[in-house]
Nanobody, 116 residues
Framework: QVQLVESGGGLVQPGGSLRLSCAAS????????TSWYRQAPGKERELVAT????????NYVDSVKGRFTISRHNALNTVYLQMNRLKPEDTAMYYC?????????WGKGTLVTVSS
């Protein structure tokens, strides 16, 4: 079965760091563009970062540029999101998505809470 499983979320203080991981199984992960989305309470789901299948291209929403880094290790079927200098506005459920043509797979999310 196809699965994307996020991990690494938790409670951190403003200015802290977290690294999220997304482990894929059941499909050819190395052929898929992968993204991180987030959804805060009462807000729409937002695209945060994207990485191409080989990892040569990345893109970020303006609010996280310079603070977040997306990367992948295809041999491990895993994509990461390193989050530094976290702000309360980053609080959200973070979701991993893999895409190839019409195929789209979603993880169930991991919660990030930034609060003092």
């Amino acid at each position: 079965q196809v699965q994307l499983v996020e991990s690494g979320g938790g409670l951190v203080q403003p200015g802290g760091s977290l690294r999220l991981s997304c482990a894929a199984s059941g499909f050819y992960f190395s052929e898929y563009v992968t993204s991180w989305y987030r959804q805060a309470p009462g807000k729409e789901r937002e695209l945060v970062a994207t990485i191409s299948s080989a990892g040569s291209f990345t893109n970020y929403v303006d609010s996280v540029k310079g603070r977040f880094t997306i990367s992948r290790h295809n041999a491990l079927n895993t994509v990461y999101l390193q989050m530094n200098r976290l702000k309360p506005e980053d609080t959200a459920m973070y979701y991993c998505r893999a895409l190839r043509g019409p195929e789209r797979y979603w993880g169930k999310g991991t919660l990030v809470t930034v609060s003092s």
